[in-house]
């Protein structure tokens, strides 16, 4: 049998495909044993569908799953090449040689393996095949069908002719396929779904035309395979489901949907209460303020918790005037040690670090120097906190209480992408890829803990890298965007995956993060889009405050951050409809409006919320291309009615946004408020009637 697979387009002639060698039997009334020449398949039937899996192992210790599958009892019929198992629901037939399957629900054809034929087989792709990359899967596309999911990316939503990879990465942007937030979960608005358990990366050839335009070929690059296979009628509950499994996120505080003032960086405690000072005699309405990593630590010696002491040799004066101005704190933070702290040394000889595997010592991650320029200054060599280590993970939360007891209401949980080499060595023994991407759902429930158990004002906290499991741990913000329109673009379509992969609660870095090309009409812009996101930060690289972009920016600017404000009611409701439901804040038209495929090619509009449909201007100069869907549709501010069911275009004058509210709905806004300390009961509906 030969082993090789390339990436780039595979000799699919040299991958043998799986056979069935004996009689598929039952081991138990819940667990049937398939016998391949590759080693058992074990399949099980429950409330979330077809589970294979080649081992019965112990992945589920790093909890990416909270929902215990209720298995259904099983019975088996067929023999020779055929053979068919049910259970609930759910119908499978097996065929023996290759092994393939056809999966219903009950009269509905779920899923089969890809039909994709040649000249002599009936399969050219293996259904199932084992080989030195990993498991490998092949599943039937319809001619039209279009997939989702698969964590946040920053192209076409619709990942259909798209090869993904479920790999988190420090993207350095939003321009390319790598990005820091992956899942391997993709659905079909026919109704299928598919999930992978593992903490190994995952290759998605969805429809690749170098491999195979008509069918899913799934990659699991680790030597078990662990995936589900399950059917809802709606992608709603698509979502729902894989949220049931893999859990819902808690509903954030009040204060966090308010406006987020950062940069990268205020210098000391001078500049950041100069800002802070004239946020507040501006009346520009802010609840949270952030000190970003070169902000309070030093660069050379981070991360341990530590003030730098030659800016803030006392912090406490600083946080305090902050908080008598009214203003929450968030502080940045990433889970490495500089070899230049004493901490480095301490948690090395404790063995909280992750080892090197040549040596047996703490592994010392050296920065790839060439993306930091004159502000993002070059970091020292480092250790790498091994959160598989229990000690290690108590010491990490507990850590974090005195910055709460000082005052500290947030944290941003940056970085998380490091674990990269399989030379690395976890407590628990896992290395490299296999601990990669579940290293950020390990360091973001870290962090979320302490804020539970330490934060005064309500567990929240801002994480750049996540994977399954990490939407419990709100919220995630999407990286470091490009200063121009198409960082904007891809921005948008970023958050709406990561919603579309079950993630709730997003956020962007408005204006921007990278370059300050003080863009007056892109930044205007940006605030407008992010009124309606989950979360809202004005964050990069340069001054974020709207005044600096000029009078007429920072007008419009005042204008849609005071809507936020006025929204946050209407946002408190859509939260807590997102922790119960798993469905995202803002919804792709895919999702929000399944029965209407015309709509689902508009990829940059989106609703928030059950009501207001929003269509950002993502060019220069004010031009909107979009779809209303059918019925009658308020325009906000306006009143005007509109009918929908149409394809249109106009162009905005720089202070007016397209939002549109469903005929016959009630918005609920509140009073211009500073921050949402203020008295925010005075609540008005829009329309009034």
Known sequence: MSNAFSVIEPDWNAIDPAEIVQPPHLESDE???????????????????????SADDNQAAYGM???????????????????????GQYRLELCASPLHFKLYKGETLVQQSATDGHFVRQHRLPPFAKTDAGWLISLELGYDEAVYGLGEKWAKLDKRGQLIRSYNHDALGVNAEKSYKNTPYAW?????????????????????????????????????LDMFLYHEDTPANSIHTYSQLTGFAPTPPT????????????????????????????????????????????????FAFEWDPSRYADPKPVIDELKALGFKICVWEYPMISVKNPLFKKAAEKGWLIKDKRTGKAYRYEWDLSPFGEVLTPLPDSG????????????????????????????????????????????????????????????????????????????????????????????????DPQADWQGLAASIRGSLSWGLSGGPFFATDIGGFYKDTRDAELYVRWTQASVFSAHMRLHGIGPREPWSYGEAASAAVFEAIKLRYQLIPYLQKVAKQATETGLPLQRAMVLAFPDEPLSHSFEQQFMCGDDLLVVPCVVPGGKLKYYLPKGEWVRFASEEVVSGGVYREETLALNDIAVFAKKGSRIELGPDVQHTDMDMSNVTLWPAQ
């Open 384 to 479: 790498i906190l091994d959160f598989t280590h229990p000690e290690a993970y108590e010491f990490w939360r507990e850590s974090h209480k005195p910055l709460f007891d000082l005052g500290i209401d947030m944290i941003k949980a940056d970085f998380g992408e490091q674990l990269e080499d399989d030379n690395m060595l976890s407590y628990s023994g896992d290395s490299g890829n296999r601990l990669h991407n579940v290293y950020s759902m390990l360091y973001n429930r870290c962090v979320y803990e302490a804020a539970e158990k330490y934060c005064k004002t309500g567990p929240f906290l801002f994480s750049r890298s996540a994977w399954t499991g990490s939407q419990r741990y709100p919220s995630q913000w999407g990286g």
């Open 255 to 302: 204060w966090s949907l308010g406006v987020i003032l950062s940069k990268a960086y205020y210098k000391d405690a001078e500049e950041l209460l100069a800002v802070a000072r004239e946020v507040r005699e501006k009346e520009m309405p802010c609840d949270v303020i952030t000190l970003d990593g070169r902000a309070w630590q030093d660069t050379d010696t981070r």
């Open 31 to 53: 667990i049937l044993i398939v016998p391949t020449q590759l080693g058992e398949l074990r399949m099980s039937i429950s409330n979330y569908g077809l589970r294979i899996q």
């Open 65 to 87: 799953l909270t929902a215990t599958p209720k298995n259904e009892s099983l019975t088996l019929s067929g023999d020779n090449d055929k053979y068919c198992v049910t259970g």
């Open 188 to 224: 079909s608005p026919d109704g299928w779904n598919l999930f992978v358990h593992t903490t190994s990366p995952v290759t998605h050839g969805v429809g690749y035309a170098l491999w195979s335009q008509r069918a899913y070929v799934c990659l699991v690059e680790d030597s078990l």
